[in-house]
């Protein structure tokens, strides 16, 4: 049963697109959902992250949008550039297990040039 | 900087041997995880431990065990490798951050397991 429902499972965008990855989730005792970053040959890296007591986040380029009531969030990723090209995954922790980390399936990005 | 250090990064093996996958961290984390990834499946935990000798199931463990004797070290064991358990296999640590936290995981750079 996926708990955190990632879309889409891939992405193609021109340089200077802005491209959006969605999650969706069931959940309600979630209190954490961060985004990593994988590139090729690479394990993921943590990107951003934020809770659900604030609607936005930003950290450069890099911005997470969270709907509370929708059960909602997702990354936008402003400017896309050719070294956004990657895997993005979006995760959740539910407030019961802090060791623990629900994961979306992956969208993969390409930026084009 | 974390570093998470996995001792091979391409492994053939056969059927039916027992394989060993090595992880190394150097930060002092208190929890390491193995998770395997596949096209389409994303990232699945294996098994995740939260002290020396400590260890829990994750979501697929079945086929594997793992072994934490030292705390920067943590171990995923194939005791018979089958061919549907070629995948990357990704090991991953993380600070104990308190009730209620959870610190970044730290990948390593993953180990491509074929298993024929």
């Known amino acids: 049963q996926q708990q955190v429902k990632q879309s889409p499972q891939s992405l193609i965008v021109q340089k200077g697109g802005i491209p959006i990855i969605n999650c969706a989730y069931e959940?309600?005792?979630?209190?954490?959902f961060p985004w990593y970053q994988q590139f090729p040959g690479k394990g993921p890296a943590l990107l951003i992250a934020?809770?659900?007591d604030v609607s936005e986040k930003k950290e450069g380029r890099f911005t997470i949008s969270f709907n509370k009531s929708a059960k909602q969030f997702s990354l936008h990723i402003m400017d896309s550039q050719p070294g956004d090209s990657a895997t993005y995954f979006c995760?959740?922790?539910?407030?019961?297990?802090?060791?623990?980390?629900?994961w979306g399936l992956g969208t993969s990005l390409a930026v084009n040039p | 900087d974390v570093k998470v250090t996995q001792s091979s990064r391409y492994l053939v093996k056969r059927t039916g041997e027992k394989v060993f996958l090595e992880c190394v961290q150097d930060m002092d984390h208190e929890n390491m995880f193995w998770y395997r990834q596949d096209p389409g499946l994303g990232l699945r935990l294996i098994y995740f431990s939260y002290d020396v000798k400590m260890k829990e199931k994750g979501d697929i463990p079945e086929g594997y065990s793992v072994s934490r004797e030292k705390k920067e070290r943590f171990s995923l064991i194939l005791e018979s490798a089958s061919t549907n358990q070629t995948s990357m296999y990704l090991c991953?640590?993380?600070?104990?951050?308190?009730?209620?936290?959870?610190?970044?995981?730290?990948f390593g750079n993953g180990t491509r397991l074929t298993v024929t």
């Open positions: 995760a959740a922790k539910n407030a019961g297990n802090n060791r623990k980390l629900i």
């Open positions: 934020i809770r659900p």
């Open positions: 959940n309600t005792a979630f209190d954490y």
């Open positions: 991953a640590s993380s600070l104990w951050a308190g009730q209620g936290a959870l610190s970044p995981l730290h």
